[in-house]
């Protein structure tokens, strides 16, 4: 009785934790862009669910950027000049929101900016949520070319991979000597690779053109 007690008591803790602030509308935002248009704002806010007021943390997680990209984050109560490494927001009432904001300018420059966050209560580290921003530039109708309908990035990458192509059906894993490895299943448009040891494989992608290959370096 003693052990189911104690354990209803660490989950109603663990609960209570997770709790603190949802994020709307999404975790994981992926957006295709004119590479001649000037800034584009994305947001994702940070509800605080507590009867107090919250303190919360940001880590920048990984980031790959094409290079010449002008490119800003803000949350609640900075903006900087690209992306630090971490910060803690302004603290902000019961029922308010908190958020992160990426400001993005391709400056006519085709290609993909990627940034994974963790947020969580400061002090509080082990209780993170995931945050992802991806954007791709492109000169056509946010329809990209034929040679590059599929973009696989970043590449090469450690824990996830986002894979942006049109009516994605399947993504099977193989090793260099043409064994199947795994089909890739995704959370939030996220392929989760970090099971995987270190080393060359490749991707084959299935989607509403048919199937293309990539090679992915994971690291």
Known sequence: MSRIFLSSILMFLSLSVQAQFFVTPT???HETIYADSTISIFQIDLINETTDSL???WKLIEEEVVEGWDYNLCDLGECYVGVPNSSEMQTFSSGEAGFLKMLVNP??????????FWVYPTGDEDNFVNLYFSVIASRTDGVLDVERETLVYPNPASNQ????TNDLQS?????????LISELKSQSG???????QTGIYFLVLQNASGISTRKLVIK
Do not use: M, P, R
């Open 55 to 57: 303190n919360l943390t």
């Open 107 to 116: 400056l006519s420059i085709e290609g993909y900016g990627f940034w994974h």
């Open 27 to 29: 975790d994981s935002i």
């Open 171 to 179: 993504v099977q894993l193989f090793s260099l000597n043409g064994s």
């Open 190 to 196: 996220v392929f989760d690779i970090s099971a995987y």
């Open 161 to 164: 991979i986002f894979i942006s």
